[in-house]
């Protein structure tokens, strides 16, 4: 069974930092090739896109979060991360990873792209 499991929200002051890790598992994912990514949800706001990272590592970001986000993978793990630096009280937000299983080199942005989603983590930044 596919499973998506983040970990690592919580509550963060103003310019401080979080990382979250989400960790793939099931036969689903045995493969290569698929494209992990991140979205965001604040409060009365549709799901947006955040970051994403290719099989090979080609990485994408939303305008709001560069400079800022970083996101990574350990393929041996099944696993993507995001390290969020220098936070902001907009950062505020229910954060899902996703998976989307098509073998490309490119980064899809939009949500119907991803076929996979975690529970997701809550992350709140106090100003």
């Known amino acids: 069974q596919a499973q998506l499991v983040e970990s690592g929200g919580g509550l963060v002051q103003a310019g401080g930092s979080l990382r979250l890790s989400c960790a793939a598992s099931?036969?689903?994912?045995?493969?290569?090739?698929?494209?992990m990514g991140w979205f965001r949800q604040a409060p009365g706001k549709e799901r947006g896109f955040v970051a994403g990272?290719?099989?090979?590592?080609?990485?994408y970001y939303a305008d709001s979060v560069k400079g800022r986000f970083t996101i990574s993978r350990d393929n041996a793990k099944n696993t993507v991360y995001l390290q969020m630096n220098s936070l902001k009280p907009e950062d505020t937000a229910v954060y899902y990873c996703?998976?989307?299983?098509?073998?490309?080199?490119?980064?899809?942005?939009?949500?119907?792209?991803?076929?996979?989603w975690g529970q997701g983590t809550q992350v709140t930044v106090s100003s």
């Open positions: 996703a998976v989307d299983m098509r073998t490309s080199p490119v980064v899809t942005t939009t949500e119907e792209g991803y076929d996979y």
């Open positions: 099931g036969r689903t994912f045995s493969g290569s090739g698929y494209v």
């Open positions: 990272i290719s099989w090979s590592r080609s990485t």
